[in-house]
């Protein structure tokens, strides 16, 4: 097996603590889309200013994380508008160029009903594919004709607090199942050659072990890589 390279995305920024994860990944040599919400980047303007002027990608997770497929297309179109707006503020004043827009959507409902309106919506919005390397599982075909980011590995390191019938209950699950060789849903780190769209988040209540699983995914020899856009 080759060395595992990997993509990491850190969904739903800024948190308070979002300036911490940005200068702990700088001090790793740690690339990274951070996608953020409209309704917090509005708040925590400085800290996304601060990413972005590291080097880092900020993408849009929509202005209030609701599910697509339980809006209208108005809305949606509101919720993309809104927080690019607030993601453009924070390129000019970093005074770095934007030459990367990439969208997630919150809880990766792509829209339901709509779906096919949102991606011809995100592409007038300048939106783009972006180009992830290396990844070779053949159910990933279908997220890579998409124009918004989907991801290979989430990490579920929020499910210790968000959902009651899941099989991740400790932060010992959590590292578990970093290991995991046949997960229900998504790639392996350890047993694919295949690179990986990597997805953590900025949560407060999970912000204590952000450093132990990035360290741990470092110690797991992951070279980490920034998307490319792809070209119009
Ligand atoms: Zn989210």
């Not at 179109?77 to 919150?106: L, N, S, V, W």
């Not at 607090?161 to 578990?176: G, L, Q, T, Y």
């Amino acid at each position: 097996m080759g060395k595992k390279i990997a993509y990491l995305t850190v969904d739903d920024s800024p948190s308070k603590l979002m300036k911490e994860k940005v200068d702990y990944l700088l001090s790793k040599s740690i690339p990274a889309v951070f996608f953020c919400r409209g309704d917090f980047l509005e708040k925590r303007m400085k800290d996304v200013v601060y990413a972005i002027k590291n080097g880092f990608i900020v993408g849009n997770h929509a202005y209030s994380h609701k599910r697509f497929s339980e809006l209208n297309l108005k809305d949606i179109k509101i919720e993309i508008t809104k927080t690019d707006a607030f993601i453009e503020k924070a390129y000019k004043k970093a005074g770095i160029e934007r030459t990367i827009k990439c969208f997630r959507f919150p809880y990766g409902n792509s829209g339901g009903k709509n779906k096919e309106k949102i991606q011809k919506f995100l592409e007038t919005k300048g939106y783009k594919k972006q180009i992830l390397r290396g990844i070779t599982y053949d159910w990933w075909d279908e997220f890579d004709n998409r124009v918004d980011t989907y991801w290979t590995f989430d990490i579920r390191e929020y499910e210790i607090h968000r959902e009651k019938f899941s099989e991740i209950n400790s932060i010992k699950d959590v590292f578990n199942h970093l290991k995991d060789k046949s997960p229900k849903r998504g790639g392996s780190l350890i047993a694919s050659d295949s690179a990986e769209v990597i997805l953590i988040h900025d949560h407060e209540e999970t912000h204590k072990i952000f450093k132990k699983l990035i360290d741990r995914l470092t110690e797991m020899e992951i070279e980490f890589r920034l998307p490319e856009s792809s070209p119009l």
